[in-house]
């Protein structure tokens, strides 16, 4: 893969990054705010904790992202970017492009959802 190829994929990754965090960010302030407009009768408050309870779990599976994101930034660094780590082979740039997060090249990803993991 080309040197502007990888900084193509690096600056979306970086963004993707970045709208994760600052939606994260928001997310948590939301959260803060449920609750508190007014007096809440035991409905409001279990409705509340339910709505706080979604938001933090939206956040937990963002975080996740974020593990992934940071993987392939590695990946790039060590120059090992677009290899699957399944079968070690190229991984079609059309797929990194349509997810730039990939690990797998479809064939071996294909066989994996196959096998059920």
Not at 21 to 41: F, H, R, W
Not at 69 to 90: H, P, Q, R, S
């Amino acid at each position: 893969m080309t040197k502007a190829r990888l900084e193509f994929f690096r600056k979306r990754l970086l963004k993707a990054r970045e709208d994760i965090l600052n939606k994260a960010k928001k997310l948590k302030e939301d959260s803060y705010t449920l609750g508190t407009d007014g007096i809440q009768d035991m409905a409001d408050a279990a409705s509340n904790s339910y709505n706080a309870d979604i938001l933090m779990s939206i956040s937990d599976n963002d975080l996740n992202i974020l593990k992934d994101i940071d993987n392939a930034l590695d990946k790039i660094v060590n120059k090992t970017y677009g290899i699957c780590e399944e079968c070690e082979e190229k991984i079609n740039e059309k797929r990194l492009e349509a997810n730039p997060i990939a690990r797998y090249c479809i064939t071996c990803k294909r066989m994996m959802e196959g096998k059920g993991t």
